[in-house]
């Protein structure tokens, strides 16, 4: 539709029911009512983005949430293939003490000798496969003691040597990577 201003005629009825003829100019409507239209297109535009903008800020945070879940997922699957073999390996150790304190027996027959032999291949075949699933024996002796991986329970007092010096390992400890499995029981230097 073309906005033109031509004149035209129309016939009107006046107050006394007499028709006249008028000329009437085709104008474009105000600009108040386009502006209106325009204001409400440019409302409505500024709503749309938003709108958008408010889904794409939710759509991102969801995103970041969603990596942030998957990240921790592999995280604990990674520790706890890590460390899957730690109740296991707990369960075993007292039979690992064991086979320790029958290999400290002395004995001179030949059965015995046999035997402690036969006792001492089956601890170091134990030893190695445990080895291989990460168990790790924690030094003690003449070492610095520590809390983390020392637990004290007797105390003695040696000159030549400094104090918090670990004098002897009264039970071995484990642990598993960087976990500890059972701390050693150790006699500390006063």
Do not use: C, W
């Not at 170091?124 to 329970?153: C, M, R």
């Amino acid at each position: 539709m073309s906005e033109t201003n031509e004149d035209k005629k129309v016939e009107v009825v006046n107050e006394s029911n007499e028709t006249v003829e008028q000329d009437v100019t085709d104008e474009i409507a105000p600009e108040a009512p386009v502006e209106a239209t325009e204001q409400e297109e440019i409302d409505e535009l500024t709503e749309t983005k938003n709108a958008l903008n408010a889904a794409e800020e939710k759509y991102l945070r969801l995103y970041a949430e969603f990596e942030n879940y998957k990240k921790r997922t592999r995280a604990e699957l990674d520790t706890e293939r890590a460390y899957r073999a730690q109740s296991v390996l707990r369960d075993i150790l007292p039979a690992v003490d064991n086979i320790e304190r029958a290999l400290a027996q002395k004995g001179e027959s030949e059965e015995f000798k046999s035997l402690h032999k036969g006792v001492e291949m089956v601890y170091e075949s134990l030893l190695s496969s445990l080895k291989d699933n990460g168990l790790e024996v924690i030094e003690a002796k003449d070492q610095p003691f520590d809390p983390n991986y020392h637990q004290a329970v007797m105390q003695e007092s040696d000159p030549d040597k400094a104090s918090g010096i670990v004098l002897e390992e009264l039970q071995k400890g484990y642990k598993l990577k960087e976990r500890v499995l059972r701390a050693s029981m150790v006699k500390v230097n006063e």
